[in-house]
């Protein structure tokens, strides 16, 4: 579910950069926001940044002690400042991220404990292993367990090496995510939102550079070529 978080539009920069651009995902919401309010934050602050940059350019046009050159070389020096720091905090926003996907995918992949010698449990493992005997799926049938909320039938089924219920190992850990996510809503719903999000930082970061490079209004040769200059100038002058 989107939510407009109602944050200015800079039309200097890629609305890819845009906040809005996480808040927009479809599993985001009062579940999920609070996992991803720093992915926010980092687009937030990236944003915010390469449009001052563009603000800054502007700005500097109206100095008369400088020349093009300098006005140059000083965008382009807090562009790259502005870089470091974005990118740095993209770069911690992601492991942040991928932390918490690991702890949920664990949670949702954990093995359920059964009382394997128990009666029941004997029972409702033999009746499966007898419908795959007769061709019908114990798939199936565990499934409907899980959907149907029978803790007994899905814990004896899933409580125990697959093979004691006539399931694979991938029957089974399908079943098993199936198990925690039905019981478990609001963490499956983070872990998407939270893939997600992940997805938006692969995608979407690394249009830092270009953005920044725009900001700075001229080539990065031109850049190193007035780079090169002053630092003639300097030597020159002993600094």
């Given at each position: 579910?989107?939510?407009?978080?109602?944050?200015?539009?800079?039309?200097?920069?890629?609305?890819?950069?845009?906040?809005?651009?996480?808040?927009?995902?479809?599993?985001?919401?009062?579940?999920?926001?609070?996992?991803?309010?720093?992915?926010?934050?980092?687009?937030?602050?990236?944003?915010?940044?390469?449009?001052?940059?563009?603000?800054?350019?502007?700005?500097?046009?109206?100095?008369?002690?400088l020349t093009e050159a300098a006005q140059v070389l000083r965008v382009a020096d807090a562009a790259e400042r502005t870089y470091r720091e974005a990118a740095s905090r993209f770069d911690k926003v992601t492991k942040n991220i991928e932390a918490g996907v690991a702890l949920l995918e664990k949670e949702l992949t954990t093995p359920l404990e059964t009382r394997t010698s128990h009666p029941l449990s004997q029972e409702v493992r033999g009746y499966l292993r007898e419908?795959?005997?007769?061709?019908?799926?114990?798939?199936?049938?565990?499934?409907?367990?899980?959907?149907?909320?029978?803790?007994?039938?899905?814990?004896?089924?899933?409580?125990?090496?697959?093979?004691?219920?006539?399931?694979?190992?991938?029957?089974?850990?399908?079943?098993?995510?199936?198990?925690?996510?039905?019981?478990?809503?609001?963490?499956?719903?983070?872990?998407?939102?939270?893939?997600?999000?992940?997805?938006?930082?692969?995608?979407?970061?690394?249009?830092?550079?270009?953005?920044?490079?725009?900001?700075?209004?001229?080539?990065?040769?031109?850049?190193?070529?007035?780079?090169?200059?002053?630092?003639?100038?300097?030597?020159?002058?002993?600094?």
């Open positions: 579910m989107a939510v407009d978080l109602e944050l200015g539009v800079d039309t200097n920069v890629s609305p890819s950069l845009h906040p809005q651009v996480v808040a927009s995902l479809e599993d985001f919401d009062d579940d999920t926001s609070g996992h991803l309010d720093q992915v926010v934050q980092a687009f937030q602050a990236a944003y915010q940044a390469i449009g001052k940059v563009h603000s800054g350019r502007e700005a500097i046009k109206t100095d008369p002690t419908l795959k005997a007769n061709g019908k799926s114990p798939l199936d049938f565990v499934r409907q367990a899980i959907e149907s909320g029978d803790s007994e039938t899905v814990s004896a089924a899933l409580g125990a090496p697959p093979y004691l219920s006539g399931l694979t190992p991938e029957m089974h850990a399908v079943l098993l995510r199936m198990h925690h996510e039905r019981s478990n809503p609001i963490g499956a719903k983070r872990l998407r939102a939270m893939k997600g999000a992940l997805e938006l930082l692969g995608s979407n970061a690394p249009l830092l550079h270009n953005e920044l490079q725009k900001a700075i209004g001229v080539p990065l040769h031109e850049v190193e070529k007035y780079r090169s200059a002053k630092a003639r100038t300097d030597k020159a002058f002993g600094s």
